[in-house]
């Protein structure tokens, strides 16, 4: 059984910085795509919105909104995805939500536009204050 486990949110000022993990077990498939997504306060759960994507190959996309502030990574050795933040705006506040595809193909286009992502985390709250 495939479980996503995210950890590392938190309440921090505007400015600072936050690291999220994302702990993988149950998931052996060499072909992947794993992205970060965030569900902004009053946002219904579909309309999450992703932040950032890695797939096996390596590539990785962010959304405009963070790029050159987040950076997503993977530990294979660890199984575990991360997103480090940095320069944390008011608006970053959301529920951040990791998941994980078995196909690597369409990983950027999954991550942007939300869909066939197979597995997801429970999600963890990011609060930045101003």
């Known amino acids: 059984q495939v479980q996503l486990v995210e950890s590392g949110g938190g309440s921090v000022q505007a400015g600072g910085s936050l690291r999220l993990s994302c702990a993988v077990s149950?998931?052996?498939?060499?072909?992947?795509?794993m992205g970060w997504f965030r569900q902004a306060p009053g946002k219904k759960l579909e309309e999450r919105e992703g932040?950032?994507?890695?797939?096996?190959?390596?590539?990785?996309t962010y959304a405009d909104a963070v790029k050159g502030r987040f950076t997503i990574s993977k530990d294979n050795a660890k199984n575990t995805l991360y997103l480090q933040m940095n320069s944390l705006k008011p608006e970053d506040t959301a529920m951040y939500y990791c998941?994980?595809?078995?196909?690597?193909?369409?990983?950027?286009?999954?991550?942007?536009?939300?869909?066939?992502?197979?597995?997801w985390g429970k999600g963890i709250l990011v609060t930045i204050s101003s």
């Open positions: 932040v950032a994507s890695i797939d096996s190959d390596g590539n990785v």
């Open positions: 998941a994980a595809d078995r196909e690597a193909a369409w990983c950027a286009a999954k991550i942007r536009h939300n869909y066939g992502m197979d597995y």
């Open positions: 149950g998931y052996t498939y060499n072909n992947y795509c």
